[in-house]
């Protein structure tokens, strides 16, 4: 990597001289305000400002040592000639923040674009990691269209469990059930919930946390190799530091977001996903993101890349390693180089390179091949009966989902993926956990179980609610999978066959709020399709019926979040905040 660019702007041309470099009272007094806080002039003034938006909080596990590594990024930045200055922002802790995060990373997008708007900024570093900052920071960077670079908080390290390698989200969800029917006794449950997550950093499965920090970085807009580095790693402090150095070059350059990312990057970004199998979020976030860039990428395209890039890196929940051990392996330039030929390697990075320049050469130490595989032995392997079964995504159509809804079919069960069953309905998560407990349930395997309104409406902010659990008395039988359905999402760290984002939802009257329990569904996979097996007439006399779920929310943010949201298959963002028009630069008096 060079910080030797081209350079494009002057120090006249800094968005932070509109704020220091006036002769007049308003430059007085922002020169006059940064030297209260006890800095001379000179290390403000005619240097580019960099941004430093940092998640940090104290209930964001996964981001709790990015306040340290902001202090490696001021480092980077003092040493490469710019001046740092941190921006606290939003921290969306996943399993803190409720109802969902969800809610709030468009609020997260707004505060970003604002805080580099408002403010005198010429380039940012983006701090985020846990599932919603990435997608949250990146769109507000997308639509503010600043030189940035996103620094990923990284995966935390791996813990072992009677010699297995173990790590959180997915075990969390297998253990739980082993819980429920009495194979895990208190004691052992205590000891596992002190020690399965042992340091800060995010999941270290491919869940939503890895799956959208490789999309940053397949995308261009985080440093070769980075996503990978655990949070702990010193290698991680070292990224961080060359972050805050490449951050100033890149000013100079004018290496904004718009002449890195384009419908190339975002098509690098849907490959790599699909290689690593990675969690069905991203299929809300991606078409988000790109609409803040003005680039159109329906969940379609998601299919299509889907049904010809095959799964490669073994990693929970489809397959069986964790994060740290995909770092030691050569992490997602490795993966990169094995897919190339379904890359567009010109694409442009934050390096100043190309994809295919920052990745060539870069050394894969997966000796044995067991982590990321060759792609003409995929993770998983379709079977005659199911040749679908092993890919990363397949998008639905029916008259459940007109508008879609996804299923990650590398994480179901293949058997369950062409299933025709009774559906069990509930109408809210509460009643659907309260049922689960109860044995003389109405179910048995073959029955298919639907959740509604949990989409983005009624949720609301479309909760992980879609890994519905195994009802107790199946569990017990051995049942440890069932086709289920919902208009919510599920964690990326999660395994099943389960079917969400079924658009439009329920709460504003999709086909899902039709359903009746006893009614046949149907799923095929190899047509993607989503049926309910229930005549056109019945349906319409059902409609004719229904009406629209009463909403809790009269006022705040939630309630401008149920009027503005789109759907998931849009990718759930504000109506008025996509699109790629100019906002104007604040004016400054």
């Known amino acids: 990597m060079s910080n030797e660019g081209v350079r494009l702007k002057t120090v006249e041309q800094l968005r932070s001289q509109r704020w220091f470099a006036s002769d007049d009272i308003r430059g007085f007094a922002h020169r006059q305000r940064m030297q209260q ?75 970003c674009e604002e805080l580099l708007r408002s403010l005198p900024i010429d380039g940012a570093v983006l701090m985020g990691g846990c599932d919603k900052t990435t997608p949250g920071l990146i769109m507000g960077a997308l639509s503010m269209d600043v030189p940035a670079i996103f620094l990923p908080a990284g995966p935390m390290m791996n813990d072992r469990y009677k010699g297995q390698a173990v790590g959180a989200g997915t075990h969390t969800k297998k253990f739980w059930a082993e819980r429920t029917i009495g194979n895990i006794d208190q004691a052992e449950w205590i000891r596992l919930e002190s020690r399965m997550t042992r340091t800060p950093g995010t999941c270290n499965t491919m869940g939503t946390a890895s799956t959208m920090t490789a999309i940053a970085e397949a995308m261009g807009l985080s440093l070769p190799g980075a996503m990978s580095i655990p949070a702990v790693d010193s290698e991680h402090s070292r990224m961080a530091w060359r972050c805050g150095e490449r951050i100033v070059a890149m000013v100079w350059e004018d290496l904004k977001p718009s002449r890195i990312v384009t419908k190339a990057s975002f098509i690098n970004a849907v490959t790599a996903y699909m290689a690593l199998g990675g969690s069905t979020n991203a299929a809300v976030h991606l078409p988000a993101m790109a609409g803040r860039a003005g680039i159109a990428l329906d969940i379609d395209e998601l299919d299509a890349v889907a049904r010809r890039v095959p799964v490669i890196a073994n990693l929970y929940p489809s397959g069986e390693k964790l994060m740290e051990d995909f770092h030691y392996a050569g992490g997602l330039p490795a993966v990169l180089n094995r897919i190339a030929a379904h890359l567009d390697l010109s694409a442009r990075t934050v390096t100043g390179r190309t994809l295919g320049e920052d990745i060539a050469g870069w050394p894969a130490d997966d000796d044995d091949g067991s982590t990321i595989l060759d792609p003409a032995t995929p993770l998983k392997e379709g079977t005659p009966e199911c040749p679908e079964a092993g890919i990363a995504l397949a998008v639905l159509r029916g008259n459940l989902c007109p508008d879609g809804a996804v299923i990650k079919p590398s994480a179901a069960t293949p058997q369950l993926l062409r299933h025709t069953g009774r559906a069990l309905v509930f109408d809210s998560n509460a009643e659907m956990l309260a049922a689960m407990a109860d044995d003389n349930l109405d179910c048995d395997a073959s029955t298919v179980l639907v959740l509604r309104n949990g989409g983005p409406v009624g949720g609301p902010g479309m909760p992980e609610w879609g890994n519905l659990p195994i009802p107790k008395k199946l569990l017990r039988e051995g049942v440890r999978d069932m086709l289920r359905i919902s208009d919510s999402r599920m964690s990326g760290t ?39 097996l229930v005549s056109d007439e019945e349906l319409a006399a059902r409609r004719a019926q229904w009406k629209p779920p009463a909403q809790a929310y009269v006022r705040g943010y939630t309630k401008i979040f149920q009027h503005e949201v789109t759907q998931a298959h849009l990718g759930c963002d504000f109506a008025s905040l996509a699109g790629n028009a100019p906002t104007p630069e604040p004016p400054i008096y």
């Not at 340290?68 to 606290?88: D, I, M, S, T, W």
């Not at 066959?497 to 939802?505: A, F, G, R």
Request: neutral net charge; proline residues 6%; aromatic residues 4%.
């Open 494 to 532: 999660h395994y099943g066959t389960c079917v969400l984002h079924v658009s439009p939802e329920s709460a504003i009257g999709g086909p899902l709020a039709l359903l009746k329990t006893g009614d046949t569904v149907r799923l095929d996979i190899g047509a993607r399709s989503l049926d309910m």
């Open 37 to 111: 806080q006890g800095l001379a002039r000179e290390e403000f003034m005619g240097r580019p400002v960099i941004g430093i938006v940092n998640t940090w909080s104290e209930l964001s596990p996964c981001h709790a040592h990015l306040r340290e590594r902001a202090e490696a990024v001021k480092r980077g930045v003092l040493q490469a000639g710019g001046y740092p200055l941190e921006l606290p922002a939003l921290s969306l802790g996943e399993v803190m923040v409720k109802p969902t995060t969800m809610i709030y990373r468009n609020l997260l997008a707004i505060e």
